[in-house]
């Protein structure tokens, strides 16, 4: 079954804490980004990758790292959470041959 | 930069109804769009895309006005299922594989 997975699926943490959220798709697709949703803010991208070793900068990537050592894994890593990443995060996969955005069924983060 | 704006809503709308949810892009440049479905604390998923022509899937029919940047999703026949927010996607253009979401259309169909 074609899927993105992502770990945990709920996290309570403390600010700077270190943290980081797996992802992972088994499409073999090359282009995989996060996201975080927020009321009111719709999804905004933090950051993306176009294939192995290769990320980018989304919308908002402010206090966010990722790496991208393997196609089929892209972590997500707050190296010191504070509480606006208080979020709703999704990982996903892109199929670029159709462009459909497969999802992974998201974390709730909430840092205290 | 690029944006896609959507009526947030609520559309409260009764069964069997039929129901138009309205985006506007901004950018010229793009060349794929689509409707996603996402229901509440879950995952957005594919509705379908959107085609120039105009496409049907059973009760949902999508419209593109290119010269106007205007995407349209029309639900006919309403189901209690149907309720969910509803977010029109477009591809930033140039094959860049970035997409860029609207917030989202909130649809509640009541029995």
């Known amino acids: 079954e074609a899927q993105v997975t992502q770990n945990p699926r709920y996290l309570i943490t403390v600010t700077g804490k270190k943290l980081t959220v797996t992802c992972s798709q088994n499409m073999n697709h090359e282009y995989m980004s996060w996201y975080r949703q927020d009321p009111g803010l719709g999804l905004r991208q933090i950051y993306y990758?176009?294939?192995?070793?290769?990320?980018d900068k989304g919308d908002v990537p402010e206090g966010y790292k990722v790496s991208r050592k393997e196609k089929r894994n892209f972590p997500l890593i707050l190296e010191s959470p504070s509480p606006n990443q208080t979020s709703l995060y999704f990982c996903a996969s892109l199929g670029t041959d159709t462009y459909e955005q497969y999802f992974g069924p998201g974390t709730r983060l909430t840092v205290t | 930069r690029k944006e896609v704006e959507q009526d947030p809503g609520p559309f409260n709308v009764p069964e069997g109804a039929t129901v138009a949810f309205n985006c506007t892009y901004s950018n010229s440049a793009s060349q794929s769009f689509f409707w996603y479905r996402q229901d509440c604390r879950k995952e957005p998923k594919l509705l379908m895309s959107v085609y120039s022509s105009g496409n049907e899937d059973g009760r949902f029919t999508a419209q593109l006005n290119r010269a106007s940047q205007y995407i349209s999703l029309l639900i006919r026949d309403s189901k209690l299922s149907d309720s969910a927010t509803y977010l029109c996607v477009v591809e930033s253009g140039a094959g860049s594989y970035q997409l860029t979401f609207g917030k989202g259309t909130k649809l509640s169909v009541i029995p």
């Open positions: 990758s176009m294939n192995v070793e290769v990320t």
